[in-house]
């Protein structure tokens, strides 16, 4: 069984996911027998060697999900396929999948390097082709992993003497240094500092580029998903709500909550009414009124309700003085220079909105007000809308109008 | 290290140090006392003024070596050893399985295991006798080793249960993803993480066992004779035999305290639950 499925890795099989649903008890609180849904109809593909970036907030369903895909759950239905291949009988050792803990999972009576090399040393040992490595080819192949994540100089320790991120490597390592069916990464750098994530998420995903087994890349952070993932996919409350090209993804959200989840800030989300305005449609909420563009004034029509969200980017609003024509008074709420940028939140009566500008701007925000200098809290401030890169949302459901 | 730093200062700390030091005084005294029985002249033993010094003696210990008492020991340790090694060995997967598989009825029966542990022996020793006398394991090896692990069983499993709670189960899955078997699984991550609880239960199981003496009096007392079973024989008709009696008392504490000494370091391991951290 294990050899046809080291055989399938070498052809380098898809992942099919169909129509996975998953409940768990309640638990305490909840009554006797209750059940919760953690997944609701699931279905993926992730081609030979593409990583498929999985987001969503924590509690959506991600880690369940790599568990039923691992084998270490069962799925209430649905099936999962591996090169055409039905994997509901197939045990979890025998899967061939590469899981990394979002735990680390480590053995704590065993040193870095016995913790990387054993999947290798394994009876039913992952990849390779045909049976085990050979001794001195697993140590070569650990080494080299151990190197690229810059832990080599560890590999005598226990993990009870590494510190979270070096953990968090050694768990990589004994996920790279396999040739599996299957990478399944739940969450594997999101507990390093911001430098070695730079790096990591770089290095990792060419190391799977060049494999030929699929992908799979959980984490909480959308940006994240959106560097790493060859496609991501959205879940939110058990169920995908998107998949896509990162571009896809980040151009046209399909949703409200894929909106929030992604961007640094994410999209600012503002709620409002649309209205007849002469020969076309605008947006108002308060005395903030937009003029909509034919493109969305064309997805605006298609709108069940006048009830919609207007989502727009942190980096396309403009502030501009508080009695600019045209502009949208909001008082400044708080300031938060970046350096290189600055993120500048807006009060917008009830509603923050986060506008990213240029730090020389930010800077002089208590000027742009007529507040004198400094940072400005509390000044009002104009703001403006662009004509371009806004998403409209119906309101009362959360999804995307389709543009044209 | 770090309990040094802790220390408390000044007068606050040389308190604490005294009242631990009279505490400790307090709690070694009467062992110190039996120590010095051990050799001391059947004259000086209970004199007034109390005898601090005096010329040592080792007729204690040829009466109990010429008394057979060695042979009590023997058996003590024997009977021990076995019914502890057949605790862990039946105990261990016991406790593995309570912890972490499904069952019906594994609530009711847990507790059920542990019933065995809430009455007073004295209530089992009863039934315990017609049972054995009827089975022929009266005085024998087999049969005191099987009453010791009734309850020792009920307690290292419940006691054990705990330690493979605390084990990460996220190990145990890596360990299958990696494509070894269930029984390697065991051996190479279960067993290893829990060696520590297990050396430390099965001490306290040893120790229980060493001490018993109601039922090595009732079920045993001739051919299978255990060292406090044997201790009574030494209240003879000429009196009591006090110096005897020191010497098989602290020939009783030894082997319990080299155990703890050897085994230390695991104990205290195993005693502060939860250590294991993946």
């Given at each position: 069984m294990n050899a046809a499925l080291a055989q399938s890795a070498t052809r380098a099989a898809a992942l099919v996911v169909e129509g996975i649903g998953k409940s768990f008890p309640a638990g305490k609180g909840g009554a006797k027998g209750a059940l919760r849904r953690v997944l609701e109809e699931i279905g993926l593909e992730v081609a030979p060697g593409e990583i498929l970036a999985l987001t969503g907030?924590?509690?959506?369903?991600k880690t369940t999900l790599c568990r039923i895909l691992a084998g270490l759950e069962r799925p209430d239905e649905g099936a999962v396929r591996l090169g055409g291949r039905d994997l509901a009988g197939v045990p979890a050792g025998r899967r061939a999948v590469a899981f990394l803990f979002e735990s680390y999972a480590l053995y704590p009576h065993l040193t870095v390097r016995q913790n990387a090399l054993s999947p290798l040393q394994a009876p039913n040992a992952v990849g390779a082709g045909a049976g085990r490595l050979d001794p001195a080819a697993a140590e070569r192949r650990v080494d080299e992993v151990l190197e690229l994540l810059e832990i080599r100089h560890l590999d005598a320790r226990l993990p009870g003497a590494l510190s979270g991120g070096q953990k968090q490597r050694v768990a990589l390592a004994r996920t790279l240094v396999q040739d599996p069916a299957l990478f399944l990464l739940d969450e594997p750098i999101s507990h390093l500092d911001a430098k070695l994530r730079h790096k990591l998420r770089g290095e990792i995903r060419r190391r799977l580029s060049a494999q030929p087994a699929p992908a799979i890349w959980s984490t909480p952070d959308g940006m994240e998903a959106l560097s790493v993932g060859d496609r991501v996919a959205v879940i939110a409350d058990g169920r995908i709500e998107q998949v896509g090209t990162p571009e896809q993804i980040w151009l046209s959200p399909v949703s409200t909550r894929v909106a929030k989840l992604l961007g640094d800030p994410p999209m600012n989300l503002v709620p409002g009414t649309l209205a007849q305005e002469g020969g076309g449609l605008s947006f108002t909420r308060r005395e903030l009124r937009l003029a909509l563009p034919p493109a969305l004034a064309a997805a605006a029509r298609r709108a069940k309700s006048a009830e919609v969200v207007l989502g727009v980017r942190p980096d396309a609003l403009t502030l501009v003085p508080p009695d600019a024509a045209g502009a949208a008074r909001a008082e400044i709420y708080s300031n938060e220079p970046f350096g290189k940028h600055a993120i500048v939140t807006l009060d917008l009566g009830a509603l923050l909105v986060k506008a990213k500008t240029t730090m020389s701007l930010a800077s002089g925000l208590g000027d742009l007000a007529g507040a004198g200098t400094g940072e400005g809290i509390g000044a009002p401030v104009g703001l403006e809308l662009p004509a371009e890169g806004l998403v409209l949302f119906d309101g009362p459901t959360g999804r995307a109008l389709p543009a044209a | 290290m770090a309990e040094e730093s802790a220390r408390p200062q000044g007068s606050r700390g040389l308190l604490w140090t005294s009242v631990t030091v009279v505490y400790a005084a307090v709690v070694l005294f009467p062992i110190f006392w039996m120590a010095s029985m051990m050799v001391k002249p059947n004259e000086a033993m209970f004199a007034r003024p109390t005898a601090w010094f005096f010329t040592p003696t080792l007729e204690h210990f040829d009466y109990v070596l010429a008394q057979g008492f060695h042979w009590s020991l023997l058996t003590s340790f024997v009977l021990c050893t076995l019914s502890t090694a057949l605790v862990v060995v039946i105990g261990t997967p016991a406790a593995y399985a309570f912890a972490r598989f499904e069952m019906k009825l594994k609530d009711d029966m847990f507790l059920f295991i542990l019933g065995t542990r809430m009455a007073p022996p004295v209530c089992l020793v009863i039934p315990f006798y017609f049972i054995f006398a009827r089975l022929n394991l009266l005085d024998t090896f087999l049969g005191l080793t099987l009453a010791y692990m009734t309850f020792n069983l009920s307690f290292y499993i419940w006691v054990l249960r705990s330690f493979c709670r605390d084990l990460p189960v996220e190990l145990e899955e890596a360990a299958a993803l990696e494509g070894w078997s269930r029984a390697q699984v065991f051996r190479r991550v279960v067993f290893p993480l829990l060696r520590n609880g297990i050396v430390a239960t099965a001490v306290l199981c040893f120790i229980f066992a060493w001490n018993e003496f109601l039922f090595a009096f009732m079920l045993g007392g001739k051919a299978v004779q255990t060292l406090p079973v044997s201790i009574p024989k030494l209240i003879t008709s000429q009196g009591v035999r006090w110096g005897e009696m020191a010497v098989v008392g602290m020939t009783a504490l030894l082997p319990v305290l080299a155990v703890v000494f050897v085994l230390q370091r695991h104990i205290v391991r195993g005693l502060t639950l939860g250590a294991v951290k993946g």
């Open positions: 907030p924590s509690g959506a369903g | -």
